[in-house]
């Protein structure tokens, strides 16, 4: 958004008017540190230490409404990497009349705990670290307090350390030692994060600065924060020279052998006077069909004063702008941190280029034209997911995205292992291969993960399923990728006469059925065996050596041959059996053996087979269970597994055993049934959908009530996971309720899922799918390309973040939190699915 150049008049008025307002902390009720520009919450938002983004917990600092600050803990190292120990915090205590935020740490591993005591002192907040017992001597040099900033908002800004002035750097080019590993502190689980190739030394980084007074930004009042500390040397790191999803640290060791307050800091955020958020004006990039509503959501900060109209503007062939319409701005209310109102501009529909003015703010400029939404899902179809093909060479014209990676192929994880991307290998094989013995045949098909490089079958499975789905209900003939399997080779934008959505399934196919056929059943997944090559960024061939370990080798040795070596870098299956996953695969392979036939017969044939047998033992399986495990797997996948198989073979079995778990699902969770529902509908007699009629006007009135539930109108997510692809589903079963039933489902409600996708949600107005959206799709995601702050066409990005209390996020210049930002192959093609129903819908 462009910022017109405000007039002096009311520069002076929101001077004044601010100047009557103080700018101490308070303790809110939401329980955090605020003030009008500042945010500071402490431990509202924890460390897991498991699986979710370490870089969203400890005391952090909402600064001009950007979250530019976080970790703030007492941490083991410089510059805390993902898997590195973080502290359990055990318990927080706020006290309002005090304003005081009081909790204790703990370090299980090394029995340590602390005490993190964080008061509101005039514009800033005292933090102070307290012992009751001195610090265990393994931690003496390890153990401080951390805060850490987001380079991106910092880097090519000043900083001064007492005096001394500095600027941030752009790229690392820091100064590191190496210490013995003997010094390093213990890692998550016992993880090793990197590959020292034998020396027997990790990195630790320098420090930039060290001093008494630190002064981030004098130059940008948005990001300046002062902090000093008497009582300790106040450190700066940049922790990207670990990881490149590093930030700048400020640290702080603790003393040896003290207890009591052993460390105070002061941190005093800059808040401007008069500073009110710019509106975020939420509308389609994508644009608009001439006969659509169209409704801008315009989200305010509460201190903001809604204005009464806002305007259309209409840039003519001469390049200028003339207002041609002009509306009532109509208030919905407050949702979280900001108030909303909206913009109902349905009114114009003449095609042509237009912008949107409310007050002195004005948007990019967005098309009304009949032919937009015709190609949004082209990128996702044409460059993503042929990029995230495994096990092949992806090349698009001078640029090649990655060699094959996986030569080396698969191993047998060894029984009883856990592993960082949570699965675990039980206490046996389950299949006829020893512990690290090679399973040949793996290395064929299947599609990356998402920003990492593992096969997840089980997303592999729903996969296949929703590539089957598109091509069995859109037929998309859409040819623009050479894919050849005996070259191993993938060619974007060179047509070869087959439809790539065949392609596609054959692609997912040709791994799930090489993983049935040669384990005997479903792998969990195929997965890195050591961390230290899990977080690779870079080609997806370099990942391992592409030489089958060779245990007879030394560490890293190559064998005289030039065939085998001693890395232990090769992929590991996981491969406890899990009878509910086979019954998944049963039914997608049902579903792929129908769209294969007559394009790859073999594999059709193939796929049918480890359908019948898997359903065949799954099934038995499941009944010698106890009782408790059975009722895990009777959920929806059984469901829709019976759909599958009633589909494919037609048996009257599958279809009462669909029905028996349908019903009562209905009852229990309509929202998410309705659309396995709605997919027996072309398969059932008239009186079913009669039956499923009153669900469907319940829907609607779900529909009706999110309405009232956020100013959006679609169903937002408050996980660690942002919630685009509940956002997506929502969309394809009001495409397919409206086809299905149109006298209660209209079709208006789908341009609530497009809208929001393409840039009317929270925190900003930019599209969530990677170069979708005219004007300003989002620049940055985390991709396999996120050290390089780019894309991947077509990616679609988890969306807006919800960190508790009360802030929505989605950074557009860091990709690397992947809570936000990355995409993955199962979230990506369920939007082909939204993507092609809606496109049919509008036709
Ligand atoms: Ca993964
Ligand atoms: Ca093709
Ligand atoms: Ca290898």
Redesign the pocket.
């Known amino acids: 958004m462009k910022r017109l150049k405000s007039s002096p008049f009311i520069v002076l008025l929101l001077a004044t008017f601010n100047y009557a307002s103080g700018q101490d902390l308070i303790l809110n009720d939401l329980e955090y540190f605020e003030t009008q520009g500042v945010n500071i919450l402490v431990y509202n938002n924890l460390f897991t230490g498991g699986f979710n983004d370490e870089k969203n917990a400890g005391i952090e600092l909402i600064h001009h409404g950007v979250r530019t600050s976080q970790g703030g803990a007492v941490r083991l190292s410089n510059t805390p990497e993902q898997w590195d120990l973080v502290p359990e915090i055990s318990n927080r205590t706020v006290n309002k009349t005090a304003k005081t935020i009081e909790s204790d740490l703990r370090y299980a591993d090394y029995d340590f705990d602390s005490r993190v005591v964080v008061t509101a002192k005039g514009k800033g907040i005292e933090i102070s670290v307290y012992l009751d017992k001195p610090l265990p001597k393994v931690l003496e040099g390890s153990a401080g307090f951390n805060l850490e900033f987001l380079p991106s908002q910092y880097w090519g800004k000043t900083y001064l350390m007492d005096g001394r002035y500095n600027r941030f750097p752009r790229y690392v080019v820091g100064n590191t030692i190496t210490r013995p590993d003997s010094e390093k502190p213990k890692q998550f689980k016992g993880y090793v994060t990197s590959d020292n190739r034998g020396t027997g030394r990790f990195i630790d980084p320098l420090p930039l600065e060290t001093g008494h007074t630190f002064l981030l930004a004098p130059d940008e009042p948005e990001r300046l924060v002062k902090i000093t500390s008497h009582d300790a040397d106040l450190m700066l790191f940049d922790g990207r020279v670990l990881a490149q999803n590093g930030w700048f640290v400020v640290r702080s060791l603790l003393p040896a052998g003290k207890t009591g307050k052993v460390l105070t800091w002061t941190v005093e955020p800059n808040a401007i006077k008069g500073w009110v958020r710019e509106p975020n004006i939420g509308f389609s990039q994508v644009g608009y069909i001439p006969s659509q509503p169209k409704v801008a959501v315009i989200e305010l900060d509460k201190k903001d004063k809604p204005l009464e109209k806002a305007w259309i503007f209409k840039i003519g062939e001469d390049g200028n702008a003339s207002g041609v319409f002009s509306g009532n701005i109509v208030p919905w209310g407050d949702y979280y941190k900001y108030h909303y109102v909206k913009f109902d501009f349905s009114a114009v529909n003449t095609p042509g280029i237009y912008y949107i003015q409310y007050g002195d703010v004005k948007t990019n400029n967005f098309l009304i034209e009949s032919s937009v939404y015709d190609k949004i899902t082209d990128a996702t179809s044409d460059i993503w997911i042929p990029i995230h093909m495994n096990h092949m060479f992806v090349n698009e014209a001078y640029r090649v995205w990655h060699g094959e990676p996986f030569k080396d192929g698969y191993l047998q994880a060894p029984p009883n292992t856990d592993h960082f991307d949570i699965h675990s290998q039980g206490p046996t094989t389950d299949t006829k291969y020893k512990a690290m013995e090679l399973i040949p045949g793996l290395n064929i098909g299947g599609f990356f993960d998402a920003g990492d490089f593992d096969i997840e079958t089980g997303a592999n499975i729903g996969v296949v399923q929703n590539f089957v789905h598109t091509w069995e209900y859109f037929k998309p003939l859409r040819?623009?990728?050479?894919?050849d399997q005996k070259q191993r080779y993938v060619d974007l934008h060179r047509?070869?006469?087959?439809?790539?959505m065949l392609?596609f399934i054959e692609h997912g196919t040709l791994n799930l059925v090489a993983q049935a056929e040669i384990i005997g059943h479903m792998a969990q997944t195929l997965s890195n065996a050591v961390l230290d090559n899990y977080h690779h960024l870079g080609d997806a061939a370099s990942i391992t050596d592409g030489l089958p370990y060779n245990p007879n080798l030394g560490p890293y040795e190559i064998a005289p041959d030039g065939r085998s070596s001693g890395v232990k870098d090769d992929m590991w299956a996981f491969t406890s059996r899990n009878p509910g996953l086979d019954l998944r695969a049963a039914t997608m392979f049902a579903a792929a053996s129908r769209a294969l036939k007559g394009y790859n017969d073999d594999l059709s044939v193939r796929a049918l087979q480890q359908s019948k047998r898997l359903m065949k033992e799954a099934t038995e399986l499941l009944a010698n269970q106890p009782e408790d495990n059975r009722n895990r797997w009777a959920g929806s996948a059984n469901m829709a597994t019976n759909l599958q198989l009633y589909i494919s073979t037609g048996e009257k079995q599958y279809i009462d055993a669909f029905q028996e778990l349908l019903w009562p699902a209905l009852d229990r969770n309509l929202s998410i049934t309705i659309s396995t529902a709605m997919d027996a509908i072309p398969h059932m007699d008239a009186s079913y959908k009669e039956k499923l009629r009153p669900y469907v006007v319940k829907y609607k009135e779900y529909i009706d009530g999110l309405e009232k539930d956020n100013p959006y109108g679609v169903p937002i997510g408050l996980g660690n996971w942002a919630g685009n692809g509940a956002v997506v589903s929502f969309g394809t079963t009001i495409c397919f309720a409206n086809k299905h039933f149109p006298d209660i489902i209209d079709a208006s409600h789908a341009f609530k899922i497009t809208n929001w996708l393409f840039g009317c949600h929270p925190y900003h107005n930019y599209s969530f799918v990677a170069t979708v959206g005219a004007a300003r799709p989002k620049a940055v995601f985390y991709g396999n390309n996120r050290a390089d702050f780019s894309f991947i066409p077509g990616n679609v990005a988890p969306g807006v973040l919800f960190r508790k209390p009360d802030h929505f996020e989605n950074y557009d210049d860091w990709p690397f939190l992947w809570g936000q930002n990355e995409g993955t192959i199962a979230g990506n093609t369920s939007y082909l699915i939204f993507g092609s129903a809606f496109k049919n819908l509008m036709e």
């Open positions: 040819d623009q990728i050479f894919v047509p070869d006469g087959t439809p790539d392609q």
